[in-house]
């Protein structure tokens, strides 16, 4: 039985001790409270941040909420895949489970610029950061089944269509509509990642956390204002990570995968989101990019 109210909050009471979560960009906005929540389940939560001293600023803050939190901090930085690529080997020395990971990370409506390896900014971090930070620990995520993954998605994603002639939009660029793309990859990597892990123990759903207010909108002077505005219809960053928390820990989900919710519920994918031919093909050009072979 789905276990959720209106309005969306996830209302589990979910134990986590033992289990150890990883979460992507987890200083700030909805990732520090999934990260509380968690942590305040007994989860041993570990915040992978651009930011080293914001990422220990959210978990000295999260150590003063939650007697006895379990918080650790270290450095990753999804616009380079070198980072990645240290990030996981050092984790993979450390960590001997992972039982729950958290793509929540994200940029926004930034201005146009790459990634150190040349992508676009909101598919080189949004997507294709995620993708190589899975494909590295998938292999412990398997050996720590039954365990999951939530890929913070949007509802932008209804907007977003994959230009596979200009994925990095070299030709031309709109910030909102490469925004929309990465957020619909997002989507489309869910889905076929779900039909690879079936029998795994390993299940991957996506979530639309709300509009939320948070820092994602700093490099939108319009959206700023919007926000502000419009502030009294936002989530606060607690609300909108409600379903992030929910694809993580609800007991009703333990072999539900490959779906996407919202408000705690299962919720709408845009038809472009739905297709299994775009989402292979996704798939293999994401390998091809980041130099992978991810069978």
């Not at 494909?135 to 994959?162: D, E, M, Q």
């Not at 292979?280 to 990019?289: G, T």
Request: positive net charge; hydrophobic residues 40%.
């Amino acid at each position: 039985r789905v276990k959720y109210v209106a309005g969306g909050v996830c209302l589990s009471q979910a134990r986590l001790s033992g289990k150890i979560v990883l979460i992507t960009g987890g200083n700030t906005g909805i990732g520090k409270e999934t990260a509380r929540n968690l942590a305040a389940r007994g989860a041993r939560v570990i915040l992978a941040c651009r930011s080293v001293e914001k990422g220990e600023a959210a978990a000295a803050e999260i150590r003063s909420k939650v007697s006895g939190a379990q918080v650790e901090v270290r450095e990753l930085d999804l616009a380079d895949t070198c980072s990645i690529r240290a990030f996981a080997q050092q984790f993979l020395k450390e960590v001997s489970h992972l039982h729950i990971l958290i793509s929540n990370a994200g940029v926004m409506m930034c201005p146009y610029t790459k990634t150190a390896d040349g992508f676009e900014m909101h598919l080189g971090v949004n997507h294709l950061g995620h993708f190589l930070l899975t494909y590295l620990l998938i292999g412990l995520l398997k050996r720590s089944a039954p365990s999951r993954i939530v890929v913070v998605s949007s509802l932008a994603h209804n907007f977003g269509w994959i230009r596979f002639h200009d994925l990095h939009s070299q030709g031309s660029y709109n910030s909102g509509l490469a925004y929309c793309q990465s957020k619909l990859a997002n989507v489309l990597f869910v889905r076929e990642l779900a039909r690879r892990l079936e029998g795994s123990g390993v299940t991957v759903n996506s979530v639309h956390p709300g509009t939320v207010r948070s820092e994602l909108v700093r490099h939108s002077t319009v959206m700023s204002l919007l926000f502000t505005l419009f502030s009294f219809l936002l989530k606060t960053p607690e609300e909108g990570a409600q379903t992030s928390v929910y694809c993580a820990v609800a007991e009703e989900l333990h072999s539900v995968s490959g779906k996407h919710f919202s408000d705690c519920t299962p919720a709408f994918v845009a038809p472009q989101g739905r297709s299994v031919k775009t989402a292979r093909q996704l798939w293999n050009v994401s390998c091809e990019l980041l130099g992978i072979e991810w069978d």
